[in-house]
């Protein structure tokens, strides 16, 4: 998630983005998404087991500032906010994550 101008960004684990989605927007100042008002979704990952999304999200939180930016324009280059339903939008399928992941140095979930 980011803000409107682009230019912080949160990276999180739900099992429902739609109801996630909306608790951001819905947060005070005191919290990170609400100071820095980050609700917009730009990037999603799917994973069918949450232990392999919790280790994904570490990588991503460990990775540079500009290795996350090349991983999201792989999938929006444009960095266009994905709306409801987020089933519509088409993350990179695991394959290809695994592929740019090491173009990226974050090593994929196995």
């Known amino acids: ?22 608790e951001h927007h819905d947060e005070g100042s005191k919290h990170f ?3 820095y008002q980050i609700k917009d979704v730009i990037y999603v990952e799917r994973f069918d087991r949450i232990i392999d999304a919790i280790a994904r999200e570490k990588q991503l939180k460990n990775l540079h500032r ?6 999201i324009r792989v999938v929006n280059p444009t960095f266009s906010t994905l709306e409801p339903p987020f ?24």
Do not use: W
């Not at 519509?88 to 196995?110: C, F, G, K, L, T």
């Open 87 to 110: 089933f519509n939008y088409e993350p990179v399928q695991n394959d290809q994550q695994a592929r740019h992941a090491d173009a990226v140095s974050a090593p994929p979930i196995e």
């Open 66 to 71: 500009d290795t996350k930016l090349d991983l």
């Open 33 to 35: 998404c609400g100071k």
């Open 1 to 22: 998630m980011t803000n409107k101008h682009r230019t912080t960004f949160y990276v999180g684990v739900t099992s429902n983005l739609p109801r996630r989605r909306l």
